[in-house]
């Protein structure tokens, strides 16, 4: 079993729709949660961070952390045919090395 | 401020050889991390470097080495080149040690390298 698992899509919406991309993970050592986005042929850019359990907000995107139940989440409001791009999470912890689930291919159709 | 800039951006080598990658960091950045992307695997840790030093690693065997200049660019080396090598590889840089992590510190990552073994 990885010690994180992320749905690979690919997952198709159309623009305006709300979405939900999920990460769940085994490692409880885990107290940094991030994540990226990776536009084709590009490198990822760090789009949250979250440290411990909650929510953080930042303009149409918002991340959960649900430690209890090892499961993270990256909303995206109103979505834009720009947001369209693979979305990988991160987690770091005490090993001080970050583990990366294999991302979700997001396509938003104008 | 210039990003994290890596050479080649493209290479092919055949089975058995060896490569170097080669990474410049954000200028001010002590830390680099390296990552071998692949579709099946996805982002895979490989190393760390802070101040010259390997800081951490990942559980890649002993044909990945690596190594950090005195002004933080860094390269990688693969040798005895295998198919299963051919990936996308990933420098980052931040100013801090990759991990510990704090509210002020980003990885960021340059555009990678594309290698693939034949």
Not at chain 1, 43 to 60: A, F
Not at chain 2, 58 to 71: D, L
Not at chain 2, 95 to 113: I, M, R, V
Request: charged residues 15%; glycine residues 10%; aromatic residues 14%.
């Amino acid at each position: 079993q990885k010690e994180v698992e992320q749905d690979p899509g690919p997952l198709s919406v159309p623009e305006g729709a709300i979405v939900s991309l999920n990460c769940t993970y085994s490692n409880s050592a885990f107290q940094y949660f991030m994540w990226y986005r990776q536009y084709s042929r590009k490198g990822p850019e760090l789009l949250m961070y979250t440290y411990s359990s909650g929510n953080k907000e930042d303009g149409r995107f918002t991340a959960q952390v649900d430690k209890s139940s090892k499961y993270i989440s990256l909303f995206i409001r109103d979505s834009q045919p720009s947001d369209s791009a693979t979305y990988l999470c991160a987690m770091s912890g005490g090993t001080y090395k970050y583990i990366f689930g294999t991302g979700t291919r997001l396509k938003v159709l104008a | 401020k210039a990003g994290v800039t890596q050479t080649p951006r493209y290479l092919i080598k055949t089975r058995g050889q060896q490569v170097t990658l080669s990474c410049s960091p954000i200028s001010g950045h002590r830390s680099v991390s390296w990552y071998q992307q692949t579709p099946g695997q996805g982002l895979q840790f490989l190393f760390e470097y802070f101040s010259e030093t390997q800081r951490n690693k990942g559980n890649f065997p002993g044909r990945f080495s690596g190594r950090q200049f005195s002004n933080s660019r860094s390269e990688m080396n693969v040798s005895t080149l295998e198919l299963g090598d051919s990936a996308l590889y990933l420098c980052a840089s931040s100013s801090g040690l990759a991990g510990q992590w704090s509210s002020t510190d980003t990885q960021y990552f340059g555009p990678g390298t594309r290698l693939t073994v034949l």
